[in-house]
């Protein structure tokens, strides 16, 4: 298992509703990037953070928003809650700068918006 | 855009068999392509990679070939048990830092 740790596993919100995901990076790596799977999919790239500014955006409209916190440390931010957004949210972590490319995922928090 | 093509959706081989899975992507300018192996309810695991300016790679049982030209890259796992049953997702880099993953290959092996 990666070092990679994502709070909290599971979450039931109401649409309309924010919610926030917190996600701790592994020992060493600087940079946490956030992942939407839905059922069956494959992930879908939502942001990048590095240096505690975004650092690469996928399509998600901007009430996706994040932080990252100088101990690389890395939340999620969804306001206005959508039947659609309910799925798995992946963070990983990794190391910008060096010769390593490696992702490694943390377990995940299930959404569901009902 | 960017996008990552994965085939099979669905792939069912016997014990000790040998399963592939092909992607191909869009980005001429991806250098990086990892592969995941994903069992139910479970975090993505990076199982092997390959940068760009790399042929093939292997490692045990699996290995990871890459046609740049064709933007074509597969995985390839030798006899196969029936601990490799998950979805395996294929995924490729750019110089952004974005990784774009493939639909995915939901691989069974029957003993």
């Known amino acids: 298992e990666t070092g990679v740790t994502q709070s909290p596993t599971h979450l039931i919100k109401t649409r309309g509703q924010q919610v926030t995901l917190r996600c701790s990076s592994q020992?060493?790596?600087?940079?946490v990037s956030w992942y939407q799977q839905a059922l069956g999919q494959g992930p879908q790239f939502i942001f990048q953070?590095?240096?505690?500014?975004?650092?690469g955006r996928g399509n998600f409209p901007p009430r996706f928003s994040g932080l990252q916190f100088p101990n690389y440390s890395s939340e999620l931010n969804v306001n206005a809650l959508e039947l659609d957004d309910s799925a798995l949210y992946l963070c990983a972590s990794s190391h910008s700068g060096g010769a390593s490319y490696e992702q490694y995922f943390g377990p995940g928090t299930r959404l569901t918006v009902t | 855009g960017e996008n990552v093509e994965q085939h099979p959706s669905t792939l069912s081989v016997q014990e000790g068999d040998s399963a592939v899975i092909k992607c191909t992507y869009s980005d001429s300018a991806s250098n990086y392509f990892p592969w995941y192996k994903q069992e139910l309810g479970k975090r993505p695991q990076l199982i092997i990679d390959?940068?760009?300016?790399?042929g093939e790679k292997k490692d045990q049982r699996i290995a990871v070939t890459l046609n740049k030209t064709a933007k074509h890259f597969s995985l390839h796992i030798t006899e196969t048990q029936p601990e490799d049953s998950a979805v395996y997702f294929c995924?490729?880099?750019?110089?952004?830092?974005?990784?774009?993953f493939g639909q995915g290959t939901e691989l069974s092996v029957k003993p």
């Open positions: 995924a490729a880099k750019n110089q952004g830092g974005k990784l774009i």
């Open positions: 953070y590095y240096r505690e500014e975004e650092n």
């Open positions: 390959i940068r760009s300016n790399v």
């Open positions: 020992s060493g790596h600087n940079t």
